[in-house]
């Protein structure tokens, strides 16, 4: 089993529309969790990160963490097509990030 | 603020040849990485500097050394490239302490033929 999983995608979704990107993780001992935006040909850029249970708001962007049962969401709110990118979810090990594989979200017009 | 800074963008390089990649941060960080991100694999760990003078092994470490040359600058060498190093490598940087956000350079996009 990896150790943190997310679905490759893509994930289509309508301009104007919410868009929901999942991520497990297998360490319970985690304590920090993470989510970075990754456009083609750049460099992760860290949107948000959450340590405690529930949900945490910045902007169009919520991120939900539920550690009973080791998932992490991100909600990204009236999505647009500068959103279309990969996502990456990471998890804190020790004094290390772990990364999931990305998920591929397509905002349509 | 520059943030985290990588030289140079692009490589080729023949099979054999050896390569230093460096990577500079002006954030005070004391924690630095190397990763290499290859299609469907993710971003996975080489070598990280948890504070200056210190080193320690990452997920696919075979093949590479680090030094950390101070506080600032972590390099990255492959002493004889191999086609399986083609790869973007990134460096990143975080504060001190377990679990905190890294910040990522621009990366290098090297190709062994």
């Known amino acids: 089993q990896k150790e943190v999983e997310q679905n490759s995608g893509p994930l289509s979704v309508p301009e104007g529309a919410i868009a929901s990107l999942n991520c497990t993780y297998s360490?319970?001992?985690?304590?920090?969790f993470f989510w970075y935006r990754q456009y083609s040909g750049k460099s992760p850029e860290l949107i948000m990160f959450?340590?405690?249970?529930g949900d945490k708001e910045d902007g169009r962007f919520t991120a939900q963490l539920n550690k009973a049962s080791q998932y992490v969401s991100l909600l990204i709110r009236d999505s647009q097509p500068s959103d279309s990118a990969t996502y990456l979810c990471?998890?804190?090990?020790?004094?290390?990030?772990?990364f999931g594989t990305g998920t591929l979200l397509a905002v349509q017009p | 603020n520059a943030g985290v800074t990588q030289t140079p963008k692009f490589q080729v390089l023949k099979t054999g040849q050896s390569m230093t990649l460096q990577c500079a941060q002006d954030?005070?960080?004391?924690?630095m990485y190397w990763y290499r991100q290859d299609p469907g694999m993710g971003l996975r760990l080489i070598y990280y500097?948890?504070?200056?003078?210190?080193?320690d092994k990452g997920e696919v470490p075979n093949g590479y050394n680090v030094s950390r040359l101070n506080k600032r600058e972590f390099s990255l060498r492959l002493e004889s490239a191999a086609p399986s190093q083609t790869s973007v490598y990134f460096c990143?940087?975080?504060?001190?302490?377990?679990?905190?956000?890294?910040?990522f350079g621009p990366g290098t996009r090297l190709t062994v033929t």
């Open positions: 990143a940087s975080s504060a001190t302490g377990s679990g905190r956000e890294q910040y």
């Open positions: 360490d319970r001992g985690s304590q920090s």
């Open positions: 959450i340590y405690s249970n």
């Open positions: 990471a998890v804190s090990v020790t004094n290390k990030l772990i």
């Open positions: 954030m005070n960080h004391n924690s």
């Open positions: 500097s948890a504070s200056e003078g210190t080193t």
